[in-house]
């Protein structure tokens, strides 16, 4: 599975719109980008995945540039619930869906 | 709402004994991973599970860990003898194959928190 890259952590203020960016440059054509959280714990939980087109659902939007080779996580309004470690991952569907986990982003919703 | 359940949720024992961890997935689900977090190693991969046969433990030590699926309701994860390095936060975690648009996606416990002293 290719490898991803993010930031370690980041603030985001109560109410904005958190941008959570991620490089995978070396994903191959049939990995998916898949976003999961963990709030302080608790299990991880999915929170959106794409292929090549955008995303939403109501949790989140996911914007994968045309390259594939990166991608970014928005919450549209962020509360102080969604502090969180968030991972980027990619992963092959026919892999039985073995998701690696890296460091992940620290994001700190603050009031 | 579905959810995957771990027993027991905390565990404290002591350097040498034999200790067990219990997942009940999500009722219909056929794939189950154990996964194990430390503040050194992050989230790891340990084994998982399609339709009760294991199909990857290359992650697991297998002198002491062992990972089974006596039926499609119940995963469990033992270590015999348990050693400190083993304390970690145990996660299990349950999903449906072959996957479609609307179950692709993991569900994950709320995990075992094992020390080991």
């Known amino acids: 599975d290719a490898k991803t890259t993010q930031p370690p952590s980041m603030d985001c203020a109560e109410g904005r719109a958190a941008n959570l960016p991620c490089n995978h440059s070396?994903?191959?054509?049939?990995?998916?980008v898949y976003w999961y959280r963990q709030i302080h714990s608790q299990g991880p939980q999915y929170i959106i995945h794409?292929?090549?087109n955008n995303e939403t659902n109501e949790m989140a939007s996911l914007i994968i540039t045309e390259d594939r080779k990166s991608s970014t996580l928005i919450l549209p309004h962020a509360t102080l619930r969604d502090t969180a470690v968030y991972y980027c991952?990619?992963?092959?569907?026919?892999?039985?869906?073995?998701?690696?986990f890296g460091g992940g982003t620290r994001v700190l919703v603050k009031p | 709402d579905a959810r995957v359940t771990q027993t027991p949720r905390h565990k404290v024992t002591e350097m040498g004994q034999e200790v067990t961890m219990r997942c009940q997935p999500i009722?219909?689900?056929?794939?189950v991973f154990w996964y194990r977090q430390t503040m050194m190693q992050g989230l790891e991969l340990l084994a998982y599970?399609?339709?009760?046969?294991?199909?990857?433990d290359s992650g697991m030590p297998k002198d002491r860990f062992s990972a089974e699926m006596p039926d499609a309701t119940l995963a469990t994860l033992k270590i015999q003898p348990s050693e400190p390095r083993d304390s970690a936060v145990y996660f299990c975690?349950?999903?449906?194959?072959?996957?479609?648009?609307?179950?692709?996606?993991?569900?994950f416990g709320s995990g075992t928190q094992l020390s080991v002293l």
């Open positions: 975690a349950s999903g449906l194959r072959p996957w479609t648009a609307t179950n692709e996606k993991l569900f």
């Open positions: 070396t994903i191959s054509g049939n990995e998916y």
């Open positions: 794409g292929l090549k």
């Open positions: 991952i990619v992963s092959v569907e026919a892999a039985g869906n073995k998701l690696t």
């Open positions: 009722l219909g689900h056929n794939t």
């Open positions: 599970f399609r339709n009760r046969a294991p199909l990857d």
